[in-house]
């Protein structure tokens, strides 16, 4: 389901057209969610690459156990609570829209409360 989502926003984008609905929520998320997101890599946190916007860290790249940790409360909550997806609808679709947003591989998502 989450799947064709995100092929249905690709879609429209590449079509020049407006989304609607439950697309439109999805999309207009991802898109405040980075506009202004900085990526950077900590000491101590090999590989690992940071999201962060406003002193909030939104999501982490692990790069050893190949998880991207995404916050519960900022990400995770927003669509279990707006859309009533289940862990692996939410960790499909954030994969695929982070992927599509960043333009390379993302590893699979899980939330956490404290990243």
């Keep these: 389901m989450t799947h064709k989502i995100v092929r249905h926003i ?16 999805i999309d207009d ?3 405040e969610l980075f506009d202004g997101l900085e990526e ?3 000491s101590g ?6 999201f962060e916007k406003n002193g909030i860290i939104y999501m982490r790249q692990d790069s050893k156990k190949e998880i ?3 916050s519960h409360k900022y990400i995770w909550l927003f669509f279990n609570l707006e859309f009533r997806y ?18 390379r591989k993302i590893f699979i ?3 956490v409360t404290s990243i």
């Design 10 to 25: 690709k879609i429209t984008k590449a079509l020049n057209k407006k989304l609607t609905g439950d697309h439109k929520k």
């Design 29 to 31: 998320f991802f898109n």
């Design 40 to 42: 950077y890599e900590r």
């Design 45 to 50: 946190y090999s590989g690992d690459i940071f």
């Design 68 to 70: 991207l940790w995404c």
């Design 86 to 103: 289940n862990y692996k609808e939410i960790s499909n679709l954030i994969q695929g829209m982070v992927g599509l947003h960043l333009k």
């Design 109 to 111: 998502p899980h939330h």
